[in-house]
């Protein structure tokens, strides 16, 4: 068996045990061998190249009813075209329905009809069930917005000089990156490492050519910071990170690592990880209690180790306190699958340096080949929506993941093998310390209790429109009237008592302002009249209302004049709040007077944001600009009251 080694050098190290091409010996057939004009023997088994992935969906004029004492399990109901969801809502009220659904249309699994698919048994294991990739590509495939750098090697993903662009990267979507080996604009590799990481990641799929890779349609940037021998500096590496966080990456997988601490190598995974960037990285190949560097990094980095095909820990994989994950890494001493190959991880990438052009399809093995698993499910995480975050994405991987050993957390296997299809069923848990934290609105004004740290799902109940709701989109200060007649009064109290017509189409409609009792006129809900609010500012400070004098907007009782104000929030110049839980409980602060917040409202587009400068201070507003996808621009706070981020707010002093 020949080993193509990858070398150990001396400061940072690309983390392959070696680049095992089975091409003869020990009873084993050639390699599989892709060019044109070689010949390729593989064994007699019918290689399936049908395709097959179909959307989701329903068929669009029937649904499924079960009636209440119907000796029938369900029945299916024709109901006009387009009108599935309607019906099915209409069923739903009815006290003789146990339940209605729309028809929901199944499919085969996503199978990639790719030749040599059948051999990655990294990517959906037939006996130890692995880590799902064919059920999770019926969910995601991922969405060329979702970088992921590969930092590396480089990639074979262009012809350009001496170079040759990979064969089976040629569907596969690359962006501009950088080679801080050679200080030029095309970080081609010169390896064959980076190839064969950036193939597990997002290589051609489904494209009758060759094998899979896991986040196909995501996009790949190249990114240099290692030789042709496969060694590097902590500089390089340090800028090769930086570079893929400000070009637009949101995730960087490091396939390589050092023995030594270092500063500007920490500063690099951190100044990404507060970019959002989720960075993986390998745990190192000695066999040893402790990851290298930067993995290491348990802040920052998602640590990860490999297993082999049987899911127990591969002989060479490091382990220890900072392993987060264990993934396929593969082992080529053994062939337990039984298919006639070593059990690496196969992908394609070329023979060595001296022949970058010479592509073929080998098994490596190392925790460098299991990193990229993790890489590409991040990016189906981020992809699908239900992670937008290096932390979502963690505690999604995380809590998902299938556990080898018995009990996880562990040294040996972290929290467990990743489980791609589970994670895309994960959704983000609020965390909680005390039941108060819970009390967010969900369920029409329904709290949940907190439990073991979490707040567990409430009991649903009925809106005012009679209504069960188990989401936030039941807003009882909007009150929209889907199931009243037209023109009925949806008296929710806005307008100062005014009621609205009620339109099927759009909902409640505006209705003409009241004058308050106070004499001022009120066009929102601000006008209330148990506190008598004079918000509207027609009355200034220190006019006399009814046993006070109006301050800051509101009539207040008892005193004579109304205490310096100090602003404490300015919507003017702080159009958003930074989503973080500790500075929307310092915006309720300054906004209503109390601790506490309900829920974040807010856009997914990238806008100039705002957080405080010293959290602890709970009078000191300054802020400072910082970039984020997720602006907040309405708080709602314990009073259950949505206080826009855009207008001032003040406090007596």
Sequence with gaps: MKKISLGVLIGLVALAIGGIVVAQGIGRKPAIVLPSGIEVEVPDQAIDNSPVFMPSGFVSDEIIVKFEGDEKPFRVIKVPEGKVKEKVGNYQKRADVIYAEPNYIAYALMVPNDPYYKYQWHLDNPVYGGIQMEKAWD??????SVVVAIVDTGIAYETYGKYCQAPDLDQTCFVPGYDFVNNDSHPNDDNNHGTHVAGTVAQSTNNSTGVAGVAFNACL???????????????NVASGIRFAADNGAKVINLSLGGTSDSIALKDAVAYAYQKGVTVVAACGNDNTASCLYPATYDDYVIAVGATQYDETKAPYSNYGPSLDLVAPGGNNNLDQNKDGYADGVLQQTFSSSRAVCNFAYYFFQGTSMAAPHVSGVAALLLAKGNATTPDEVRAALQKTAECPGGTCPSNTYGYGLID??????????KTCSTDADCSDGLYCNGAEPCVAGVCQAGTPINCSDGVACTVDSCDETVDACVYTPNNTLCDDGLYCNGAETCNATLGCQIG??????DGNECTTDTCSEGL???ENKLVADNTSCTGGVCCLGTCTIGITQCPTAVKCWSGTTNLYLYQTADQAKKF?????GSYGYKSYKYNRSRKTVYKYIDPANNTDWNVTSLSSYGPIYSVT?????????NVDYTYPK
């Design 588 to 592: 309720c602060k300054c906004a209503q």
């Design 512 to 517: 003409t302002p009241v004058v308050c009792n």
């Design 637 to 645: 706070c314990s009073d259950r009251k949505a206080y826009p981020t």
């Design 420 to 429: 791609a299809y589970a994670a895309l069923g994960w959704t983000a848990v």
């Design 139 to 144: 969910i995601a495939t991922g969405f060329p």
């Design 532 to 534: 008598k609010v004079c």
């Design 221 to 235: 940037m190249p990114v240099k910071v290692l030789d042709r021998r496969g060694s590097g500096n902590y500089a």
